[in-house]
């Protein structure tokens, strides 16, 4: 393969898996575990000629990456098609029903499977962008970040959650550190 995407697993509420953790029957998924696992298949994918362009997902070149997704964490427009499949055209956002059942009767009987949208605000895109872009190898413009924000960079970047390069070129762009603490960092620069 030229790609491998490598997502820590989250529990969703409402499927089996979430009743059996909350029953006791399944433990819930640790964070150490989760960073240490990132750490290993880091090494591993590094070492089979891979190279992170994502904080999840890894590509053998440029031409291997995954431009589909690219697309979510560009903010750029796109259409699901299918159960549960999200969608986002000039800042509207809209999703489908989840369940596969209640997806192919509203199709059956001529309805939208439509489940729900929402338009974006100015304030929601520019945290969107944040949040996704960060994410990325190259990262986010320095220049989103509002003042509390910029502050937030440079203590992250004395913190060795940023690369240096980048950041003297306008950008925050995470370190391996920063990927696996990715959460913490953007909750932090979009004050």
């Known amino acids: 393969p030229d790609h491998v995407s490598a997502y820590a697993l989250i529990v969703e509420e409402g499927t089996q898996l979430a009743r059996r953790i909350r029953r006791g029957e399944v433990p819930m998924t640790d ?4 960073a240490d696992r990132y750490l290993i298949a880091e090494e591993m994918l590094s070492r089979a000629g891979f190279s992170w362009y994502e904080v999840s997902n890894w590509a053998t070149s440029e031409a291997g990456r995954c431009l589909h997704n690219e697309l979510y964490w560009r903010g750029a427009d796109w259409w699901g098609a299918g159960p ?21 009767a509203a199709l059956a009987e001529g309805k939208s499977p439509g489940a729900g949208r929402e338009v974006l605000s100015v304030e929601d895109r520019r945290v969107e962008r944040i949040l996704l872009e ?32 980048p950041f003297a070129e306008g950008r ?16 932090d620069l979009v004050d």
Do not use: C, I
């Open 31 to 34: 964070d150490d575990v989760h």
């Open 84 to 104: 549960g499949a999200h969608s986002h055209v000039g800042g509207v956002r809209w999703w489908n029903v989840k369940h596969p059942g209640a997806y192919a």
């Open 134 to 165: 960060l994410r990325l190898l190259d990262g986010v413009p320095l220049d989103l970040l509002r003042q509390e924000g910029l502050a937030a960079a440079r203590r992250a970047l004395s913190d060795g959650l940023l690369r240096p390069e």
């Open 172 to 187: 925050a762009a995470l370190t391996l550190r920063g990927r696996l603490l990715a959460d913490a960092v953007v909750r």
